[in-house]
């Protein structure tokens, strides 16, 4: 989130009206907040070697020295090599390949790699010309003249089968003996991810989360029913009698009168609400051992109330952020249960799979986290269907939006959606900077894993930007825009503990703005007081919602600044290469402070112990 100062809200005085559902026990109580649990024992990893051909040809065995190349004719996705396999236009074959090893103890393995196809064959039936990928003796794809296209489109295949194993991975292309077809490859990947061996009790639980959600609106949007069912895995060696739903909007009411209601549970039996009604416990039907699999399902209500916020309605437009229950984590130091907090995120939750059907009058476009696909609905409605692996939270809009698409040099889809009153030259204005963001961030810190990426624009939000997976509210701002952008990695791709850890998320997106802005801040930290002794970059939430005024200077600009004065000790390339690789092995998982400390120091000789202290980052 982007803070702005703040405006008075008229949400802050609203009577909510209460949606359907059975009234559940309050005992509302505050929480104390947990500490940050250690790494999940599975590092992610890429073991695709040169898979961008920058390198030469190693670890490739091409089958001719023209198939990794930088010749005219045909132009890298990234950087300047690529592998172009034919457009020879006659009886003709080329091979790559490349010995890979897919760990093992990681539950998830993708292999992706992008991929031109130009033909001058004028058939629409008949395959002449081939590509095949394979791995091992198993072929994932064949490809032919027929899926020409301008441009590349990325391919995805889960090779997670292959954990353990060490394979060749092999692309061949072959031409018949006319009329040329160019198969050319480049970004070639092949990530792992999660944890399939149980590991120690500080390891969060309950992983691997899985929501499926069916939910029908009303006529404006602003009231939603439907169910809800959550898959879980108990990771942990102790066993799990209970699980905790988050309700986090429940604050923007009263627990007499809650915008969103449970009921009907299935799988469990529903406890008490606590935490102003934000937290709502689950006795399990039976306790899971580890590495045991349970579902549980329930009724849900959702009701919009008036307010341009991240979970409102301005006029006919509503924003529905942090609306779907999710799952609280757990971990050696117990159950995160923080309060909400308005000035920032308390939003702290693993990664996990979304499946959300939609079904709302067609007079509403309805964008949302993930991919969507609208069906024709009954009589005048739409069903969208949104699926999205790997995200932390499930976001959505919905109303009569001013609707424009692009995609980005490198290839993301991305759609802004404008309320009433954005113009037409604002909305471009803010589809460029998307387009231009979002390849920024994906360069420094890795490939944006999401699908495409919506941008729903309002000036009227008190707030600068609120960041959901593949889904930003913002103002009309480019600086604000690129910070939300920037989310889907810090907070999105690489998570954290929102409440405790703030600055995690915060101050590395704006340091990732402040790069993609061109921006060096030189000098930073040069302005830095500190209101007391107290006072630091690593301080949570509960100590920023005591000292507001402080949050937004303290935790996005000093630690940015502070960022800034890193690569400045270890020199650009070195942290350059820090954050990248941080991200990469923290890709779906967690960080944590003392994690990055150690990280950063593995990559200098110089005694970091100093810095740590004069930039206030403990932990």
């Known amino acids: 989130m982007r803070p702005t100062p703040r405006k008075a809200l008229a949400a802050s005085a609203l009577v909510l009206a209460a949606s359907a559902g059975v009234s559940l026990p309050a005992t509302p109580a505050a929480a104390t907040p947990h500490a940050a649990s250690q790494a999940a024992a599975c590092t992610p990893a890429q073991v695709v070697t040169n898979g961008g051909f920058e390198s030469g040809t190693s670890p490739w065995s091409p089958s001719s020295s023209t198939v990794i190349t930088n010749r005219t004719g045909q132009s890298a996705h990234g950087g300047a090599y690529f592998a172009w396999l034919d457009g020879v236009g006659s ?58 296209a301008t441009g590349y489109v990325q391919k995805s295949f889960d090779v997670s089968a292959f954990a353990g194993q060490t394979v060749n991975l092999a692309f061949t292309g072959t031409e018949d003996s006319s009329l040329q077809t160019s198969f050319v490859l480049d970004d070639i990947a092949l990530n792992t991810s999660g944890d399939t061996t149980p590991p120690a009790d500080s390891t969060r639980t309950p992983a691997a989360p899985s929501y499926t959600v069916s939910l029908s609106s009303n006529t404006s949007g602003t009231v939603w029913t439907g169910h809800e069912s959550a898959v879980f895995t108990n990771a942990s060696a102790t066993a799990l009698s209970e699980v905790y739903l988050r309700l986090w909007d429940n604050y923007h009411g009263t627990c007499s009168s809650m915008p969103i209601t449970v009921s009907n549970v299935t799988g469990g039996t529903a406890g008490a609400l606590s935490v102003d009604c934000t937290a709502l416990k689950i006795d399990l039907s039976t306790p899971l051992t580890q590495g045991q699999t349970a ?26 952020g942090n609306a779907l229950p999710v799952l609280a984590v757990k971990d050696g130091a117990g159950w995160h249960l923080d309060p909400y907090t308005n000035n920032g995120e308390s939003f702290y939750s693993l990664a996990a799979d979304f499946k959300v059907t939609l079904d709302h009058p067609s007079t509403l476009l309805v964008p949302a986290t993930g991919a969507s696909v609208d069906t024709p609905g009954s009589s005048g409605r739409t069903v969208t269907t949104a699926t999205a ?29 404008s309320v009433s009153g954005i113009s037409s030259a604002d ?33 009227n939000f008190w707030f600068g930007g609120m960041e959901y997976p593949g889904f930003v509210l913002d103002l009309v701002s480019t600086t604000a825009l690129t910070h939300e952008i920037g989310h889907q990695w810090w907070y999105g791709i690489v998570g954290d503990d929102e409440y405790n850890n703030p600055w995690l998320d915060e101050a590395f997106t704006d340091y990732a703005t402040d790069l993609a802005l061109n921006k060096t801040g030189t000098n930073c930290w040069n302005s830095v007081s500190w209101a007391s002794t107290a006072e630091k970059i690593t301080n949570s939430m509960g100590y920023w919602d005591a000292h507001s005024s402080r949050y937004s200077t303290v935790v996005y600009g000093y630690g940015k600044c502070a960022l800034h004065d890193l690569r400045r000790v270890l020199g650009d390339t070195a942290m350059a290469k820090l954050l990248k690789d941080y991200a990469t092995s923290h890709w779906y998982g967690v960080s944590t402070t003392s994690e990055f400390k150690a990280a950063a120091q593995a990559a200098t000789s110089t005694d970091l112990t100093s810095f740590w202290t004069q930039h206030r980052i403990d932990g």
């Open 295 to 320: 579902t549980i399902g329930f009724d849900l209500g959702i009701t919009v109330p008036s307010g341009a916020d991240r979970f409102g309605h301005d006029g006919a437009f509503s924003f529905i």
């Open 427 to 459: 909305a471009q204005s803010m589809l460029t900077t998307a387009k231009t963001a979002v390849d920024a961030h994906a360069s420094r810190f890795g490939a944006y894993p999401y699908g495409e990426l919506d941008a729903v624009i309002d000036n």
């Open 91 to 148: 009886t003709h074959t080329d091979t790559l390949s490349q010995s890979v090893t897919v760990p093992s103890g990681c539950s998830g393995a993708t292999l992706t790699f992008w991929l031109h196809i130009d033909t001058a064959e004028t058939t629409s039936s008949t395959a002449y010309d081939k590509l095949t990928a394979k791995i091992g003796s198993t072929t994932l794809a064949t490809y032919s003249n027929l899926n020409k």
């Open 389 to 417: 692996s790997k995200v932390r939270d499930f976001a959505w809009a919905a109303g009569p939006f001013t609707k424009i698409s692009g995609t980005s040099t490198a290839g993301t889809p991305v759609n802004v959606y």
